[in-house]
């Protein structure tokens, strides 16, 4: 008995080594996130350029499951501030101690919480690869990976065990490294059983997200796509709302055109690049921390950004009741139609 033990701990202490590149380099992956925060920079100034939280808008169009709290996050700035710092507090803490194989199987739970919200809230995200998708879906199968061959020799879960009372505890098992007190039929079903469900969430947001399973292929970070809606004309003013919901996440779409045409396609009321890069910030309510905002040629709409545009003009009070169109031009050529009925 005594010898089936040691050779089953023999086991779980090579099998431990053979993932010590994983644990290397998926607890780098989510150290760096706090390093390049907060050390190299300092990502987490709200209203700054390159704050985190503003990122975090990003995955809000298509998330999927999650979308509820993303909302609510970048709809309340102080809320999503103290989410972003306890991110990366996290994110330090579960890469730090899987690299250095401390509380190996907990951290490695860590990495597939951290992997799958990943996947769900920025999944869809990825301008030439399936970035984000690949960085989730990879990280739920070595956290879950992890879990089961433990830190082995090469770590500080090895040194603690060493320790006769860590070594006589029933709970470091469970949460650091060594033999898992559990039947090898019921374990091989555990990992048989997991293994398949991974699969299948791989499958399942591939083709969700990307069409990757069959159908015609798309990814949602190509071309940008603006939304339209609550769009409104009275005696003073024309009011919509805009809406990004695809295209790159690393820079905005420019909008370089707001048109107004009657039913029969007179233009009532035009503003080119030059004009709304002037656009009064006044007459824009975001409600996100993704702002739309004038640039230097055009109205920016970062991805994720939602807004209430306000254009009032002396045009408005002698339009007669019918039907006009809101035409929206980006700088790419691409244009977004709203029809109004007055």
Known sequence: MIQNNKELQQAYSLSGAFTLALRLVVGWTY????????????????DEAGYI???FNHF??????????????????????????????????????????LFTRLMSLGVLALATGILLGSGWLGTTCLDE?????LGMATGFSIYFTGGGVYSMDHYLFRKSAIRQSSWFAWIGSGVLPIPSKVLNRIILGGSVAILGMTLFTNQYFHNGVWGELHNKSVKPVVEISDAKLDSRQ??????????????????????????????????DGAELSKF?????????????KPGKHSLIIPLGS?????????VFNTLPKGEYSLILTDISGITWTQTILN
């Open 60 to 101: 809000l169009p298509n998330a999927l499951g999650i979308k509820p709290l993303i909302e609510y996050l970048v709809s309340n700035p102080e809320s999503l501030w103290w989410a972003m710092v306890l991110f990366t507090i996290v994110e330090a803490i579960v890469g730090l101690f899987i690299m250095l194989g």
């Open 53 to 55: 939280g503003e990122k």
């Open 31 to 46: 150290f760096s996130a706090f390093w390049r925060r907060l050390i190299l920079d300092n990502k987490l100034i709200a």
């Open 238 to 271: 024309l009011t919509f709302t805009v809406y990004r919901v695809e295209g790159a996440d690393v820079y905005g779409s420019f909008l370089i055109g707001i048109e107004l045409k009657d039913k029969d396609g007179n233009s009532l009321i035009r503003k």
């Open 280 to 292: 009064q910030e006044s007459d824009i309510k975001n409600r996100y921390v993704a702002k739309v």
């Open 306 to 314: 939602k807004a209430e545009i306000s254009i009032a003009d002396d």
């Open 133 to 137: 998708w690949q960085i989730g879906i």
